[in-house]
């Protein structure tokens, strides 16, 4: 099963590669992984897609937190979290389909942000099964390239 | 005051007092301020060997061991002293130079990644980019190489760092995070009271100790009195040695690959294993899936990445082994009865002793070692069959005084590590017990020993083969020895005569105990070649991927594996 962490670790040069050095030595499978600074430029977030069984996933969150480097580690996979991705797809579009393909576009709140003569590229963010529905409506039109971003999550506030 | 200065006295405020290291390019301006200071440094001759002796001496200690090295090959070499140190959770201190900050990046000269090198191998590494920083990332270091479970800290400084003048000195203190990461850890009592329940209930309950026990101060003794008030039955891994005294009767020897039939047998046989201070190592658990198998297993270890990594247990208490021990001798009282469980124990047959050849028998030879041991001495081993013989027949009396490389097997550490030891106690006997391949790894560091005059007792266990290779081909390749047989070796009395330390060859039997004797009485450092019997092999064993139960007794005289389960 598909676990997400959401891991603190502190800004330096160095730490990505201790992360993922880690990953690969000891044979777990990152799905996905995206870091960026957090409002404190000191310490930065690693929102880190794993596909492993329980056993896998309270190995990974222990020697995570192993790591000097790691300031905290929470599995938010059961936690009620707002997720997104970000898509980028160019997809053939001849100048019957440019308009069918803006119409799609506009039920998934995607955006149109560029068109060429015979194609045109969709940006959308959402949760991954949004972005799954919105490339499979692409397919048939014929996809040239994909470009996805890895899935950063965020716990909803208490309501 | 200069980089280099702050970083010496940094060190001398974590009270270190020796380091061993080799200058080269990038640390000259380490070295060249190294006479200002009251650190003494050792000069070996590899600095792996440093590595080693760093190591040593902080396993015999327990405080942190220091070694310098230069930038690129000087860390490289390095690398697998602090890979063993790393495996066996050993407090080392590691400082290299590095190619100047306006070099890095550019390969350089003697330019190695010495921090990316260091991930997979150390608790922790740094590069030093400001002179200013490096009051506290020494003491983070130390902080980090000691808290929790030891393990190694190495620390990258260019060599523009070194002579970069510092105008103000701070001191920032171990950063927040880690305070709070490698406290340690308060035991769950509640966990705590379920393994007491556990034990109170079980029947055929065993105790298996490891590192985690030599490593706690207090813990062994703790753990004797323990497992004596309720006449629990007690193993060991190779790392565990020392902990319990081997001549008790609860004592049952190593388990593993190489355990005795006893601990074997009773490991397979328990209905629960308290298991504190052990990583449950493949050499240890053979067959993971079918290690203990009987067993509700309460395993207590300082590191919580260690529950069920490797086997899964019934109760996991994370905690310091003394902590849990105390809370546990407290509670639990003598009101057990384990004399039918110790009974069956008893009835498992020792290993029949199979004379084969010519040479000197390694077992007498070990048991006579054994003898002449003191209640200080300190043994070092290097690693293959001589040190699987050591590890069943040789007992040092205390904790910490069985010094080896386990996890990492490590060909060429004993040298080294004997003289970490003795630079650490001078007035210890320290005895060598190593092997003709395993010497020559780190030949070079003889010199430290006559330049310093430690008088180590080098027992070096001589079969003219890489043994536990060679016994694995004869035992799992057909007898096909390819490459094992070391057909050109040293006249080791000339070899020690090159360096002016004395020698002895020994072929007999008969000139076995005055010549161990009288080397291990004198002052002086001896090297003993000891000419065993070539075709020896060490048993009990298990073979690679086997549970416990499938134990090789011997081999000449079985035509298969036999079972003893």
Redesign the interface.
Same mark, same amino acid.
């Given at each position: 099963m598909k676990h997400t962490l959401a891991v603190l670790v502190e800004n330096h040069p160095g730490v990505l590669s201790r992360v993922s050095g880690l990953f690969a030595r000891r044979g777990y499978n990152i799905t996905s992984l995206v870091v960026s600074e957090t409002e404190d430029s000191s310490i930065s977030r690693m929102t880190i897609v794993v596909d492993g069984d329980e056993r896998i996933i309270e190995q990974v969150t222990k020697q995570l937190n192993k790591l000097i480097d790691v300031i905290k580690v929470n599995d938010v996979t059961n936690e009620d979290t707002v997720n997104r991705q970000l898509l980028l797809v160019r997809v053939n579009a001849d100048n019957s389909a440019k308009g069918e393909i803006a119409q799609l576009m506009d039920i998934f709140r995607a955006r149109i942000v560029d068109i060429g003569r015979k194609s045109l590229v969709v940006e959308a963010t959402g949760d991954e099964e949004k972005i799954q529905a919105i490339i499979r409506s692409l397919q048939p039109f014929g996809i040239q390239e994909i470009v996805k971003a890895g899935i950063i999550s965020m716990v909803r506030g208490p309501k | 005051m200069l980089g280099a200065e702050l970083l010496l006295k940094s060190l001398e405020e974590q009270g270190v007092e020796l380091v061993f290291g080799i200058p080269g390019g990038a640390v000259i301006p380490l070295y060249d301020v190294l006479k200002k200071s009251s650190i003494k440094h050792i000069l070996t001759k590899h600095e792996q060997g440093a590595a080693h002796a760093a190591d040593g001496y902080a396993r015999v200690t327990g405080k942190p061991g220091v070694c310098f090295a230069t930038s690129g090959p000087g860390g490289t070499n390095l690398i697998t002293g602090l890979a063993t140190a790393q495996m066996d959770s050993s407090p080392v201190i590691a400082i290299t130079g590095q190619v100047g900050s306006s070099f890095l990046g550019k390969d350089s000269f003697q330019e190695a990644d010495m &921090?990316?090198l260091s %991930? *997979?191998v150390t @608790? %922790?590494s740094y &590069?030093v980019r400001d002179a200013h920083d490096i009051p506290g990332i020494v003491e983070e270091a130390f902080f980090?190489a000691t808290q929790g479970r030891p393990g190694p800290v190495l620390i990258d400084i260019p060599k523009d760092v070194f002579s970069q003048e510092v105008t103000e000195v701070r001191k920032p203190g171990v950063r927040k %995070? &880690?305070l709070e @990461?490698l406290k340690k850890p308060e035991l769950d009592l509640g966990q705590v009271e379920k393994a007491i329940q556990a034990l109170k209930k079980a029947k055929k309950p065993l105790i298996l100790v490891g590192g985690g026990v030599n490593n706690s101060e207090g813990s062994p003794r703790l753990l004797q009195d323990f497992a004596m008030k309720n006449e629990m039955p007690v193993t060991q891994t190779l790392m565990g040695k020392g902990v319990f005294p081997a001549e008790h009767p609860l004592f049952l020897g190593m388990v593993g690959m190489h355990g005795t039939i006893e601990a074997n047998w009773a490991m397979q046989n328990c209905d629960c294993l308290l298991a504190v201070g052990v990583r449950f190592d493949d050499r240890v658990t053979g067959k993971v899936e079918q290690f203990a198998p009987k067993a509700k297993v309460i395993h207590v270890d300082i590191? *919580?990445?260690e %529950?069920? @990594?490797n086997r899964?247990s019934d109760i996991a208490i994370v905690g310091d082994s003394k902590d849990f021990l105390e809370v546990l001798g407290g509670k639990l009282w003598a009101s057990k009865n384990n004399k039918e469980w110790l009974r069956q124990i008893s009835l498992q047959n020792p290993v029949e002793k199979v004379s084969i050849g010519r040479g000197l028998d390694p077992e007498g030879v070990m048991n006579l070692i054994n003898s002449l041991l003191d209640d200080d001495t300190v043994v070092v081993t290097d690693v293959g069959q001589h040190q699987m013989w050591a590890a069943l027949f040789v007992h040092p009396k205390k904790p910490r005084s069985f010094i080896t490389s386990g996890g990492l097997g490590t060909m060429g550490f004993g040298l080294p590590a004997a003289i970490g030891v003795q630079m650490a106690y001078p007035e210890k006997k320290v005895v060598l017990i190593t092997g003709d391949g395993s010497l020559q790894m780190n030949l070079q560091e003889l010199a430290v020993i006559k330049q310093w005059n430690l008088p180590i007792k080098i027992f070096l266990i001589n079969n003219g083969s890489l043994g536990m290779v060679r016994q694995w081909q004869e035992l799992f390749f057909q007898e096909n020895y390819a490459e094992t047989i070391l057909e050109v070796g040293p006249d080791w009395e000339k070899l020690a005569g090159a360096y002016n330390i004395k020698a002895k060859t020994l072929w007999e039997h008969r000139e076995l105990k005055d010549a161990l004797h009288s080397s291990i009485t004198s002052g002086e450092p001896w090297l003993i070649d000891i000419k065993v019997d070539p075709g020896a092999n060490v048993f009990p064993m298990v073979p690679a991927g086997c549970s416990l139960d499938q134990m090789y007794r011997s081999w000449k005289n079985e035509a298969h594996a036999s079972s003893i389960g």
């Open positions: - | &921090l990316g %991930h *997979p @608790k %922790h &590069l980090i %995070h &880690l @990461k590191d *919580p990445a %529950h069920n @990594k899964a």
